[in-house]
């Protein structure tokens, strides 16, 4: 009797309902178990970001251990000192809160009073209805607390969490890489030391370009909301450019902020169209110029797929989901170009190539077959 392993052909319609069965399984697992899998990946993250000041200080004389610790220490020193200043902007505001609510009550007003002159709506009305939802936003003001004071013990638990996976990503990075090769030991060492380095690589090139095209980002709006006259340019020039984390809407998202600001404290409403305007060319800027050419083609996916993963992990993970949707997509296409079953996919959410003119008749492409006989000779010589 025969006991080797037989690979069993299966119908198209089988393979297609194993793939669909295995796809809801990990779908299902990833929002199932999102509390311990988006700190590990932020930690994956943080680790790749770390890892070159880790490896310089133990090229030094430097323990390990010690050095992680060194590096961890900084890192979070510098969270704490971005968030320290982020504080004292937002205590800034409380100057002009007497301000803002009245410009808002003026706002409101005139509203109401439009929308009886247009609308028949009559006064009493609209104020019994604001009061109803007033009411009800009263009602329903312990359970806002309560959901902010977790979100918040949520937040610091995961800030814990990634420290604490980062550490261990840090300090056992070679156990991991022997646990690759015993669990492929099939492949070549060789090969798996290319995919883990070209992880490496686009994760660490990802970040690197991200944060200066934060910088340049909110320069640019930072100096535009001064040339506006707006308060607070610094912040809401930043602010506006850490959204950029989420592709293609973030920084129009950030506009609304520093537009409403300007809109109750100004007494000219196109200034508040005026910062919108600037948040939408900043926006053009970043993604025509800035970031193709900063992060270039790092992570090479196409818009579709990135449209399409980005509405995946978001609906899987919420925002931690959308801000790590690309450098996940981008690690996935790298795992898919090494895998020779799985390059047809990795080709499939890359960029896509352009099109080679068609070749009109034969004798072109007769007087083409020399030219790439001498290319194809060249790249064989170099090689």
Known sequence: MN???QNVDLPFYAKLCSILIAMVIIIY????LEGILIPLVFAILFSVLLFPLVERLENWGVPRVLSIVICLILALAVVLGLAYVVSIQIRSFAEVVPKFV????????????FADERFNIDRRQQGAEVQKYLNKAMAEGGTIVTSTLLATTSTLTNVFLVLLFGFFF????????????????????SKIDSVMEGIYTVVKD???????VILIIGTLMTVGLFILGIDYAVFF??????????????ISLGSLLPAAYALVTDDNPLKAVAVIGLFLFVQMLEGNFITPYI??????????????????????????????????TAIIKVIFDAVDELKPYGFLIGEAEKPRP??????????????????????????
């Open 3 to 5: 006991n080797r392993s």
């Open 29 to 32: 697992g990833l929002h199932t």
């Open 102 to 113: 009245e410009r808002s009550t003026v706002y409101i007003d005139k509203l109401r009073t």
């Open 170 to 189: 840090l300090l056992y990075r070679d156990f991991f890489r022997s646990f690759f090769y015993k669990a492929f030991e099939d492949t070549r060492k």
């Open 206 to 212: 990802y970040l690197a370009g991200l944060v200066l």
């Open 237 to 250: 020039g930043f602010f506006g450019a850490c959204l950029v984390l989420i592709p293609y809407f973030g």
């Open 295 to 328: 992060v270039g083609s790092k992570v090479s996916i196409n818009p579709l797929a990135a449209i399409i993963v980005l509405l995946l992990w978001e609906n899987v993970w919420g925002l931690p989901g959308l801000v790590l949707a690309l450098p996940m």
């Open 358 to 383: 068609p070749i009109k008749n034969l004798q072109q492409l007769a007087d083409q077959l020399p030219k790439r006989a001498k290319k194809i000779g060249e790249v064989q010589e170099k090689g």
